[in-house]
Every structure is written in C-alpha cells, then in structure tokens.
C-alpha cells in the first residue's frame, strides 16, 4: 500500500486503512452498505486536451530552460 503514507514510519496510517477497507469490505458482504465499482464510467477523472498539453509544454519548457 504505497499510495498511503510515503513516510519511513507510515505503519500506522496503513494499518487504519486496511482496517477501514476490511470494515468495508464485511460490510458491504452482508449487504449493509452497497458494493462500490471504482471502475464505473461516471467516477473517472478527464483531463481535456488543452490542459494536458500546457502541463506537458511546462514540464518540458522547464526542462529546457535548466539545461541552459
């Protein structure tokens, strides 16, 4: 689980969140809650192409500019 805590000492950061996606996971087995699909259409995240190329254009004008 590295997307959690990138620190040396991220234990227990971690061990709350499994033990928050264990809960969830019972729970939503029992049907308390219902199951969540991460992979649905609706929930992802577009960038339009505009934006895209003015990140890519900086990063790579950046690079360019501490070459120099």
């Known amino acids: 689980m590295p997307h959690v805590s ?3 000492n991220g234990a227990l950061q971690k061990s709350f969140f499994l033990g928050y ?9 029992i049907g308390v809650i219902p ?3 991460r992979d649905y ?3 992802k995240r ?6 895209l190329l ?3 254009f900086r ?5 360019f500019t ?3």
Request: hydrophobic residues 40%; proline residues 0%; charged residues 30%.
């Open 6 to 8: 990138l620190k040396a």
């Open 21 to 29: 996606m264990g809960n969830k996971l019972i729970k939503a087995s």
């Open 46 to 51: 577009l960038d339009m192409a505009g934006l």
């Open 35 to 37: 199951e969540d699909d």
């Open 41 to 43: 259409y609706g929930k």
């Open 54 to 56: 003015s990140s890519c």
């Open 66 to 68: 501490e070459v120099m």
């Open 59 to 63: 990063q790579l004008f950046k690079n």
